[in-house]
């Protein structure tokens, strides 16, 4: 069995959480809603250390990027670099991440 990579969250993955939470928040009007869902995408994303090739390949948007569906509405995009799987970004709520990958090539270099 190989052992787990470390898994890491790039400033723009970490900004997106950050969103994502007050998106929650602001639906919700609960901190502890939008606390349990953001830990809950960050429980997934140590997970996919135990499976780094299990998302799906997305070499058209990025070299290397793979994305995860999450929860029906939100999406993780990383990368595997030096046995670290690296969280590029984390989108919610149906954004159109691939249209933002295509506007910006170096978005998560």
């Known amino acids: 069995m ?11 993955a970490a900004s997106d959480l950050s969103e994502i939470y007050d998106y929650v928040y ?26 780094p090739r299990g998302g799906r390949p997305r070499d058209d948007l990025l070299a290397g990027l793979r994305t995860f569906p999450f ?8 990368r595997v670099v030096d046995d670290v799987v690296e969280i590029t970004n984390i989108f919610h709520g149906g954004r159109d991440f ?8 170096g978005k998560a270099d």
Do not use: K, W
């Not at 190989?2 to 723009?12: A, F, G, Q, T």
């Not at 929860?71 to 990383?78: K, L």
């Not at 691939?98 to 090539?105: D, K, T, V």
């Open 71 to 78: 929860e029906r509405r939100t999406v993780i995009a990383y």
């Open 2 to 12: 190989m052992r787990p990579l470390s898994v890491v969250l790039r400033e723009e």
């Open 98 to 105: 691939e249209a933002l990958y295509r506007q910006a090539p």
């Open 26 to 51: 602001r639906a919700s009007l609960d901190p502890l809603t939008a606390e349990r869902f953001t830990t809950r995408i960050l429980d997934f994303c140590e997970t996919i250390g135990t499976m």
